[in-house]
């Protein structure tokens, strides 16, 4: 355990210290030449180092780790920081400092110049994020066994939305009141705000159900605050007063951290829900794998029929063993 602590801490420090070689101390200017981008080393060495310490204890191939599930996440979230900066990176995000980029730039809609390290970005942190759950779930924090509660049952996937839809409105309307009464505009929108309980909070929110009794609750603790730790010194020390990249701040909800450079609440919060959303879409996706094709018809329709139960850690582990083996 002592080795693996360490290890995660040389993964983390060794690139920070090739990023800050990279950004001296601010000056007029802000020259920090690709300092944006060896700042993706503080998520793609980590990333190397989780997946050699799980290639080592043989918890790739040991049926632990659902390969499709684990791919389709990375890349619909992926997808989902695609879509924010193609769609709205003109409107809620600066770019100041080409020169702590490649300058290969991705064209966005209004016009935007979108540098290709936030593409990058994208992908090594959803596969951080992701990995990190699962080293922690299969090795630092094992759970050999987690039952469901009898006669649990898994809900349909319309009730589901049911229940969901009006949480998300709600976080909606209160994130427009607060903007409004913080701004005194009625008529600007917390666009940030909304994205993120869309396509954040959304899908966490909806995979809860399916993922309650099967998430390791100890590793996603852990994920979560280590990911938050990384994101906030990544942006509170470099990111933003080098002016890699910034906020627009009337279409932020209003609230701002005024001793780390006036950073929106949002970015803080958005690593939350990627988190909460990355690890339970995840199991989400597992424990409907472990159900079969059939099983998952009917909880899609009206939920799991009498009789029937979502499998336990153990059968989902001993069927993705068989169906990888």
Request: with cysteine; net charge negative.
């Amino acid at each position: 355990m002592v080795l693996v602590v360490l290890a995660v801490l040389a993964a983390a420090f060794i690139p920070a210290i090739a990023t800050v070689r990279h950004a001296p101390p601010p000056v007029v200017d802000f020259a920090t030449p690709l300092g944006y981008t060896m700042s993706m080393l503080l998520w793609i060495v980590p990333t190397m180092a989780i997946v050699a310490v799980m290639a080592a204890n043989q918890l790739l191939h040991s049926g632990q780790v659902c390969h499709s599930c684990t791919g389709a996440v990375v890349v619909a979230f992926t997808l989902v920081g695609v879509l924010l900066d193609v769609a709205l990176g003109e409107r809620l995000f600066t770019f100041h400092n080409s020169g702590a980029t490649l300058e290969v730039f991705v064209p966005g809609l209004n016009g935007a110049q979108l540098p290709v390290e936030e593409f990058v970005f994208y992908v090594t942190s959803c596969t951080f994020v992701l990995s990190l759950y699962l080293v922690s779930d299969c090795f630092l924090f094992r759970v050999l066994f987690k039952p469901f509660p009898p006669g649990s049952l898994l809900p349909s996937v319309a009730g589901v939305m049911a229940a969901v839809t009006p949480l998300v409105l709600l976080l909606l309307l209160v994130s427009y009141c607060c903007r409004a009464v913080l701004s005194g505009d009625w008529l600007g929108l917390p666009e940030y705000m909304w994205f993120i309980t869309a396509f954040g909070f959304g899908p966490a929110a909806a995979s809860y159900p399916f993922a309650c009794h099967s998430v390791n609750r100890q590793a996603l603790a852990f994920t979560t605050v280590t990911t938050l730790l990384i994101s906030v010194i990544w942006e509170v020390t470099l990111g933003v007063p080098y002016e890699w990249w910034g906020y627009h701040p009337q279409r932020m909800m209003g609230i701002f951290i005024k001793p780390w450079h006036n950073l929106p609440v949002e970015a803080v919060v958005v690593w939350f829900m990627v988190s909460f959303a990355v690890v339970l879409s995840y199991e989400a996706l597992h424990t409907l794998r472990a159900q079969g094709p059939s099983s998952r018809c009917r909880a899609a329709l009206i939920g799991m029929p009498p009789g029937c139960r979502p499998l336990t850690d153990g059968d989902k582990h001993s069927q993705d063993a068989d169906l990888n083996g």
